[in-house]
């Protein structure tokens, strides 16, 4: 018996650490129009970058990549997604950074994060999932730039899990 328990807690620490467990995709109708949204939080790419997505049925071509980093206030100027060797220019569709405290109020994870999003077409989001290769490169107005893998080889990510299960919730044309 003893050795079942241990067993069991085994195999519960080492799948707490599985890339593909994360948060569900939260697909909403709007009661206002009628309006399919799909939303995913943030996941990690990489130690200091998360991300997150979301669509509408009303630009249904487009994604908007909410990037967020970590560890302190950044001002997120740009972005770009390389998907092997092709690297795409992502638009911004916020003006500015949005700066929050991971969990306000919790003096054990206070933990300054900065958020903007960019937009992408639907079809270069899809091809991230095939891709062997695929990054974000966020160019800061005070930092420099900051680089999270999504997928390198057979490595892959948390956001990677989470952007297919975030795919997998918009209608296929």
Request: hydrophobic share 40%.
């Amino acid at each position: 018996m003893r050795q079942l328990l241990v067993v069991v807690l085994g195999v519960l620490l080492m799948s707490g650490c599985a890339n593909n467990i994360g948060l569900n995709p939260e697909t909403n109708v709007s009661k206002f129009d009628g309006v399919k949204t799909v939303t995913i939080q943030p996941h990690g790419a990489d130690c200091c970058m998360s991300i997150g997505a979301f669509w509408t049925e009303k630009v249904p071509d487009m994604a908007v990549l909410n990037l967020t980093t970590y560890v302190k206030y950044m001002n997120l100027e740009s972005a770009e997604l390389r998907i092997d060797d092709r690297i795409i220019k992502l638009r911004p569709v916020d003006t500015l950074t949005k700066f929050e405290q991971m969990m306000p109020g919790d003096n054990a994870v206070n933990m300054p994060t900065s958020t903007r999003g960019f937009a992408l077409p639907l079809s270069d989001l899809k091809q991230v999932m095939t891709a062997k290769t695929s990054m974000i490169r966020l160019t800061t107005l005070s930092d420099g730039a900051i680089v999270g893998t999504i997928k390198e080889g057979q490595n892959d990510t948390k956001a990677y899990y989470a952007l297919q299960r975030f795919l997998s919730q918009i209608p296929i044309k």
